[in-house]
C-alpha cells in the first residue's frame, strides 16, 4: 500500500472531479469506434449452469438459500431490465442498475460452496471457472473471521468495456458503476431476508487470482458475503494479519478463455493505470475505519421533516421499472409529493454494514437536495440532517438566481433544466477518504457514493421518477451553490429527479415468468 496521503489517488480526483476539460481531453466517439468490446463479457469452452427464469414477482424473506434464491438474487441484482430500440441503436440492453451509455463495464462473479462462476447476465447462467469451495479464502483476503456465508459475491471493473469511449477516466465510471450495483445487491439481498456486508478493503493478489482476472484490466472492486439472516453477528476482524503473497500462494493460477475484445487499459489509460496499481492492497493488517467529517450545518431555521411515513414500495416492481431517463433528458411538469421523497431521503443512509466506516455509522456521504418542483416543499437548496431528518436552507451568494438555474449554469450543456423536480448531490470527505485509505481512498469515496446514489434513484422511482446520474458538472460552481465552505469536501455525484417523456425510443421490457 502506499502512503496514507494518497498522492496519486488524490491527483486522479482532482483531475477526474475538478478539471473536466483535462478529463475529457482523451474522449473517443462512440459511434464506428474500432476499440468498441462486446456488449457482454462471454468466456468459451466452460461448463454453464442455467439458472431458472421462474423467480417472483415480489421479493419475499427466504429460509434457505437454494437455487431459487440465487436465481431470484442475480435476476433482480444484476439481470436485464428491458431492451431500448432507439435512433441508433447505441443503448440497446438496460439493467437493474444505472451505467454510463450502458457500457455496464462492472462484472459479477458468484463464489459458492461448490465452485466459483462469472455472471452472464443475458442468458441468466453461470459461468464455472473454478470448482471447489474457496469462500474461506475470501474470507481472509478481506481479514475477516466467522461462519462461512452462504455465497460471496465479487464485482470487478472491466476496463476495456469503458475506456474505449473515456480513455483514463473510465476508473471513476467503474468504481461509481461498483458502487451502483453494490447498492442494488445489498437492498435485493435485504428484501430477501440476507445480511450482505460491503468490503472495500481486501488484499488483491488472491481474489484477482482465484477469478483469473488480469489486475490491470479487470481489478475486483468489492467483495460482498452474503448471511442468512439467523447466522450470527456477521462478519468479526481476524486478529491474524494476512498478506496477499501468503493467499495467492494458496490456490492454482487459471486462464479461462475469454472472446477478446476493446483495447488494453495498460496501454490505452496511463493513468486509470498508476492510480489502479497504487490503490492494491498488501496486507490486511493496514485495514482501516473511521467516520468523515461532515460540512458545518447551514446557520438557517431548519424545516423539520413532517410527520409522514412513506409508502412501503415493492422493490422488485420499482426496479423493473426504474430508468435514466431517456438520452434527452427532458422533464415533463409533473405534480410529485416532495414531503414523501424527503421521508425516504431521510432514511436511506442506514442500513448497510460496510468496512468503510465503524460498525452502526451511516453511508459516509452527505446529501443536499435543489427543491425545482416538488409539493410540500420550498424551492431552493438543503442539506439534508442524518439525525433529525430536517431540512437546512442553503443560504448562497449569488440569492438573486434560484437554486435549479445555480446548478443549471454550472453543468455542461446537455439535460434540460425546465420543469426539474429536484436534484440530488452526494458530497463526499476527500480528506477521510485518503488519509483513512490510502490511495485506495478514490475506490472506496466513489464506491459508497454510488451504493447511495442506486438508492436515491430507487427513491425516485417509487415516485414514478427517473434518475440521471450526471458527471459533467463544474465541481467548484457546485460546491459554491451548496455553501460548502471547505475544499475537502467534494461533490462526487449529481443525480438530476424528474418525471420524463419517451424520447425516440421503444422498450421492450424483460420480465420475468413468475412463479406462484
Known sequence: M??????????????????LAEAMEARQSEYANPDEPLKFKIYRGRPRRPLTTRVPQELREVEAFDEAALSTLLRYGYGLSRQEFDTNGTWPYHRMVASARCLFGVQLYVVLPEGVYHYDAPHHALVLLRGGDHRRLLAGATG???????????????????????????YRLCTQEAGLLTGNLDLVARSMGLRPHVHHQFVDEPVNKLLGLDPDEEPALVVLPLHLADADAGPRRDPVPRTAAALAATIDPISPTVVPGGLKA?????????????????????????????????????????RAEAPEIDLAQVLRVRDSGPGLFKPV?????????WARLARIRTGVASDAVPAGAPVPLEIYLTVGDLTGIPAGSYRLDQNTGALHPIVRADADTDAVTAIERVTIPGPVFRNMNAIVHLVGDRDWAFDTFGDRGYRVLNQEAGLLAHRVCVAAAAQGMSGRIVNAYHAEGVRAALGLAEQRHAPVFQIMLARTGPGGRMIVPVEPEGVE
Do not use: H, W
Open 266 to 306: 495498460a496501454q490505452a489509460c496511463p493513468a486509470l493505470t498508476k492510480v489502479n496499481r497504487a490503490s492494491l492492497r498488501t496486507d490486511t493488517a493496514t485495514f482501516a475505519a473511521a467516520e468523515p467529517v461532515a460540512p458545518a450545518v447551514p446557520g438557517t431555521e431548519p424545516l423539520p421533516l413532517p
Open 144 to 170: 475477516t473471521a466467522g461462519d462461512s456465508p452462504q455465497a460471496v459475491f465479487v464485482l470487478s471493473g472491466l476496463f476495456s468495456k469503458v475506456a474505449y469511449i473515456y480513455r483514463d477516466y473510465a
Open 2 to 19: 502506499t502512503e496514507r496521503g494518497g498522492a496519486v489517488g488524490r491527483e486522479f480526483l482532482r483531475v477526474s472531479l475538478e478539471d
Open 333 to 341: 411538469a409533473s405534480q410529485v409529493d416532495g414531503v414523501e421523497l
